[in-house]
């Protein structure tokens, strides 16, 4: 019989400067009838980090906290050939969101807490990852993963995507969707990901998009800002881009000496002008905050 999820708890000793013992807290084992994983991972509060891993297991989550220190609920079921995996973290004995914003808004003497989880996911598997961090830090790597589809959502975390070791997504993906309320964002490397729709969403946050480097794909790129601040990074001046902002009176755009106006509310770069295929197409709206466009 085929065991989908395990719980266990063993000592590995102490990690580098943090106190207590990292401990395998949950496991979701591989098996023949699972084609694709459909993850929904939600930590509402604390430090969480997600890392390819080197072996088959479909989920890995280790931890420098003991079980009785936080509350968490899973389900795991196979539909069909995709398993659906839920997962949902929260330390105990934290402040409630509106106190913890409050006191990211006005300030505190409070120190950042020094619990974790670190998540390993296979790249045997193509996965769907519905990712969401209400407060902390989240570090995702997915060097080398196949992700088809991703989406963030962040309340008041801070959170940095990136592909450390230079590794492509393995598969293209449908959409990065990611969405910042009050925390930040910053996204390096998106042409490694592969995708050919990102879908941006700033309130009153900080969001950084890195398309410095050469898109593997086509792009587009579609976003909104409320109040907040969208950064986005442009690749050579021989990539095409279009920029299509609707804008209000109350926000700020900022655009590189590349993008010059070519209709109302329409910029784009000499490349676009001379070959507008395979270009980098963004369509944005911005009511009270910023928009900046840099060069590499």
């Known amino acids: 019989m085929v065991r989908f999820f395990s719980l266990v ?12 013992q990292i401990k395998k807290q949950f496991t979701v084992e591989t098996q023949e009838h699972c084609e694709r994983v459909e993850l929904c991972l939600k930590a ?33 079921e196979l ?7 839920k997962l949902a973290l929260e330390q105990e004995g934290q402040k409630g969101v509106g106190q913890k914003i409050s006191y990211r808004v006005f300030g505190s003497e409070e120190k950042t807490s020094d619990k974790f989880w670190k998540v390993y996911l296979t790249n045997d598997k193509p996965y769907s990852l519905d990712l969401t961090y209400g407060l902390g830090n989240a570090n995702i790597d997915l060097s080398g993963l196949a992700i088809e589809k991703l989406k963030i959502n962040t309340g008041s975390s801070d959170v ?6 230079g590794i492509e997504n393995t598969v293209e993906m449908d959409t990065f969707f990611v969405k910042v309320d009050m925390g930040s964002v910053n ?5 490694l990901a592969r995708t050919r729709v990102v879908v941006a969403e700033v309130g009153f946050g900080n969001m950084l998009l890195d398309f410095s480097d050469r898109p593997v794909v086509s792009n587009e790129i579609k976003g909104s800002v409320g109040a907040g601040n969208l950064v986005v990074t442009l690749p050579d001046e021989d990539v095409p881009v279009l920029v299509k902002i609707n804008d209000s009176w109350l926000c700020s755009v900022n655009l590189s000496k590349s993008l010059k106006r070519i209709g109302q509310n329409t910029f784009a770069n000499t490349a676009y002008q001379n070959h507008p295929k395979n270009s980098l197409t963004f369509d944005l709206e911005v009511a009270m905050g910023k928009i900046t466009f840099r060069e590499k």
């Open 79 to 85: 539909k069909g050939r995709t398993c659906m995996v």
């Open 187 to 191: 996204v390096r490397q998106i042409n």
């Open 44 to 76: 509402k509060t604390g430090n969480c980090f997600i890392r390819p891993s080197e072996n088959s297991d479909l989920l890995d989550i280790y931890s420098n906290q003991d079980l009785q220190e936080y509350n968490h609920t899973f389900s795991n």
């Open 160 to 165: 940095l995507v990136s592909y450390n070791s």
């Open 9 to 20: 708890v063993l000592g590995c000793g102490v990690a580098g400067g943090v106190l207590g």
